[in-house]
């Protein structure tokens, strides 16, 4: 079932990587993701993963509501 919005996308991608992805299913799921914002998709990750996070064009880190850090992978310092 599709709701126009992804839905069918959103649960194969839980289904996929689940509570416990191994390193080439999150590969994969990364990539695909990566896909979809090339095509002018947004794409919203959360994880505590860092790992995970460094695969992303873009990582706001946030503590307490807050956003810490604002940074982009090409400019690898803090997002005017």
Not at 6 to 35: F, H, Q, W, Y
Not at 45 to 71: N, Q, S, V
Request: aromatic content about 2%; hydrophobic content about 30%; proline content about 2%.
């Amino acid at each position: 079932m599709d709701d126009g919005d992804g839905l069918e996308n959103r649960c194969t991608c839980k289904r996929t990587v689940g509570s416990n992805p191994t390193p080439s299913a999150t590969d994969s799921i990364m990539e695909l993701l990566g896909s979809l914002n090339i095509e002018g998709t947004t794409v919203i990750l959360i994880t505590h993963d860092m790992g995970t996070a460094d695969m992303c064009f873009r990582r706001i880190e946030l503590k307490d509501g807050r956003i810490l850090h604002d940074t982009t992978e090409s400019e690898g310092e803090l997002c005017e």
